[in-house]
């Protein structure tokens, strides 16, 4: 797999920095953000080949930032992040445009294998 530029959008930093390690690690390129409005500007401004993405974050949902992906056609591949996992929510995440879905707390190996 070719290194990819990740912005991972969560606001436990706990999150964040376990993702940067991991990807880091695998040879990825991994910014973040702890706000949604931060990752709506980093988005805006910045172009990632992938974005991981918390659905339940302090300011804005998940849902939001999904939108503005598709909307603006985006090449950004979208990964769900969230711990209140239900069926509903990943079937209306796949709707908006992510391409998959990891229920937290997940593993390095989930992690890796999802972005496979």
Known sequence: MKPLTVL?????????DACRLVLSENGH????????????LEIEHNVYDLILLDMKLPDIHGTRI?????????PSTVIVMTGYSTLSNAVEAMKLGAADYLSKPF??????????
């Open 66 to 74: 999904l939108e503005f992906v598709r909307k603006r056609s985006l």
């Open 107 to 116: 593993s390095e190996d989930e992690l890796l294998a999802t972005i496979d």
């Open 29 to 40: 390129q991994v910014s973040h953000c702890i706000t949604g409005h931060q990752g709506l």
């Open 8 to 16: 991972v959008v969560d606001d436990e930093q706990v999150i964040c």
